[in-house]
């Protein structure tokens, strides 16, 4: 009863628009969900972003949830997530996509879940690491550790847009480092982001973990960005 009060005096309203979430409703309404461009990008080995690593990075496996458009539904729920303090929502798509690739036989081999890393500074400014709640959501689903300890960002970068693709480029490819130790030695390894564009953070990432030997990587991310 007092639940119910609540949503009356404080209702809970839907992350994509805003509006106000029926009591069987999560984060997301009904509508807002059905709009959502998911990419089916599971259903496809050969897909928009597996592609974007031919000749760049050996991938086992390479996948996003949705496409990212400017003023969409996915920009507003990846705003949330970012800069509204809205964690679960990561969480949530997580839990949705996991039903997905839990039956893929390439995944099935997955051993640890690594989330893109924040530089430490960012990391407090932020209070939290945005894909976080998504890598926690796969790595349940797909019987796997969550690692955010394995992979770091050793350098602080501040705002890119200034910069030209192939700058920016340089400087992602030096910004990541590992700190593996016996143990994760030939392990299948899922790197999970929010947004991939040009696959350049994620290309980089990917390369550290491929230092360790016998090492192997897959990739998912939130959303899709056409470039």
């Known amino acids: 009863m007092f639940k119910a009060l609540l949503n009356i005096l404080f209702p809970k309203a ?4 805003s ?4 009591e069987s409703e999560d984060l997301v309404c009904t509508h807002c969900r059905h709009d959502m461009p998911f990419t089916q990008h599971y259903l496809d080995t050969q897909n928009e972003t597996y592609k974007k690593f031919y000749g760049r990075l050996p991938v086992e496996h390479a996948s996003s949830v949705v496409y990212f458009h400017k003023k969409g539904i996915v920009q507003e729920l990846i705003h949330n997530l970012k800069y509204k303090g809205k964690k679960e929502i990561g969480a949530l798509i997580g839990k949705w996509y996991v039903q997905d690739i839990k039956d893929i036989e390439v995944l099935q081999s997955v051993t640890e879940v690594v989330p893109v890393p924040l ?5 407090r400014q932020r209070g939290y690491n945005q894909v976080a709640g998504f890598g926690k959501a796969l790595a ?9 300890d394995l992979l770091l960002r050793t ?10 693709i192939t700058a920016r480029a340089e400087i992602i490819s030096n910004s990541f480092d590992i700190t593996p130790t016996d ?3 030939n392990k299948h390894f899922l790197l999970v982001d929010d947004v991939i ?3 350049a953070t994620l290309e980089a990432c990917g390369r550290a973990l491929l230092k360790i030997p016998g090492a192997r990587v897959s990739i998912v991310t939130i959303a899709y960005a056409h470039t």
Not at 14 to 17: F, H, M, N, R
Not at 19 to 22: G, N, P
Not at 140 to 148: F, M, Q, V
Not at 155 to 164: A, E, F, G, H, V
Request: glycine share 10%; charged share 30%.
């Open 14 to 17: 839907c992350s994509g628009c």
């Open 19 to 22: 509006r106000v979430l029926l």
């Open 119 to 123: 530089h430490k500074k960012k990391l």
């Open 140 to 148: 349940d689903g797909l019987g796997a550790k969550y690692n955010d």
């Open 155 to 164: 350098t602080y970068n501040k705002t890119q847009t200034k910069k030209n």
């Open 183 to 185: 143990a994760d030695k």
């Open 197 to 199: 564009t040009t696959g």
